[in-house]
C-alpha cells in the first residue's frame, strides 16, 4: 500500500497510530510531501527524530520541504535508487528515503514526478533564533530545466505529481497567515508550477506545506490527512 501526508514537522504521533491501525509493514510506503522534520535542528534532535521514525513498520519517503537541510548537504548520505528513480539515505536508517527533485518514482503502476522545495516565510525568524535556514530551499534553475527536458520527453504527460508547495493558482489564500504581507513572499517556484500545470497532461497532483487539508480539481493539499495514493 501507498499513502501520503503533509508536514510533520517532528510530530509523528499520527503516522505512529495509523501504523498500528493499519498494521503495516516495511513494504508499506508513506510519502510525507515536504518538512518532515528530518534533517532541521540536527545533532542529537536530528538523531532521535530519526531513530524513532526508524522504528515504525513503514518505509518513508520524503520530500524536500522548506525547513530542512538537503540531504546531499549531509556527510553520511549515499544514492540509492528506489522505484526507478534516485533516493538518497543514511546506511543506518534504511527505511528513511528521501526524493531527489526532479526523479520520477513508479509507485502503484504511476509514474509520479517529485519536486520539494519553496519559499521560508520565517526565514529571518529563523536567522535570529540561530534555527537552521538553507539558501537552497528552493529547486534550483537547473532543476527547474531538467524537469522541463524531462517532460519534453514524455510529451508533457505524467500520472501523478508529488510537490511541497502547490502551482499558484491553487495557493490557498485562506490558510496563510493574517499578519504576513504576500508581496514579500518569493513566489517564484509557485509560479514557476503554474506554467508546468498548465501545459501537463496529469491524473492528480499532490502537496504539502500549507497547513490545510483541501482539495481543489485534480489538485490535493495535505497536512493532517493520510489518505491512499490514486491517479
Same mark, same amino acid.
Given at each position: ?18 501504523? $498500528?491501525? %493499519? ?43 522548506? %525547513? =530542512?537541510? %538537503? ?7 549515499? =544514492? ?33 514526478? &517529485? ?8 526565514? =529571518?525568524?529563523? /536567522? ?12 534550483? =534553475?537547473?532543476?527547474? $530545466? ?22 499558484? $493558482? ?18 517564484? *517556484? ?10 501537463? %497532461?496529469? &491524473? ?7 497547513? *490545510?487539508?483541501?482539495?481543489?480539481? $485534480? /489538485?490535493?493539499? /495535505? ?9
Amino acid at each position: 500500500m501507498i499513502w501520503l501526508t503533509g508536514d510533520t514537522h517532528g510530530h509523528f504521533e499520527r503516522i505512529e497510530a495509523f501504523c $498500528r491501525e %493499519r498494521q503495516t509493514t516495511r513494504d508499506d510506503l508513506l510519502v510525507i510531501l515536504g518538512d518532515s522534520g528530518f534533517n532541521f535542528g540536527g545533532g542529537e534532535r536530528d538523531l532521535a527524530l530519526k531513530t524513532q521514525a526508524a522504528r515504525f513498520p513503514v518505509t518513508i519517503l520524503s520530500l524536500h520541504g522548506n %525547513r =530542512e537541510n %538537503r540531504p546531499q548537504n549531509i556527510p553520511g548520505y549515499v =544514492e540509492g535508487e528506489f522505484c526507478g528513480g534516485k533516493i538518497l539515505y543514511e546506511p543506518q536508517f534504511p527505511n528513511l528515503l528521501f526524493a531527489v527533485d526532479g526523479e520520477v518514482y513508479r509507485l502503484g503502476g504511476k509514474d509520479c514526478l &517529485a519536486v520539494g522545495g519553496a519559499y521560508s516565510t520565517g526565514k =529571518e525568524y529563523r /536567522l535570529a533564533k540561530g534555527m537552521g535556514w538553507w539558501p537552497d530551499e528552493q529547486p534550483s =534553475e537547473e532543476t527547474k $530545466r531538467r524537469v522541463e527536458r524531462l517532460l519534453d520527453v514524455r510529451g508533457w504527460q505524467m500520472d501523478l505529481v508529488l510537490t511541497h508547495t502547490c502551482p499558484l $493558482r491553487y495557493k490557498p489564500l485562506e490558510a496563510l497567515k493574517p499578519d504576513l504581507d504576500q508581496s514579500t513572499v518569493d513566489s517564484t *517556484t509557485e509560479e514557476w508550477m503554474d506554467e508546468i500545470e498548465l501545459r501537463l %497532461r496529469y &491524473a492528480r497532483w499532490y502537496c504539502g506545506h500549507f497547513h *490545510t487539508d483541501k482539495t481543489v480539481g $485534480r /489538485l490535493r493539499i /495535505l497536512f493532517r490527512e493520510i489518505v491512499e495514493l490514486e491517479g
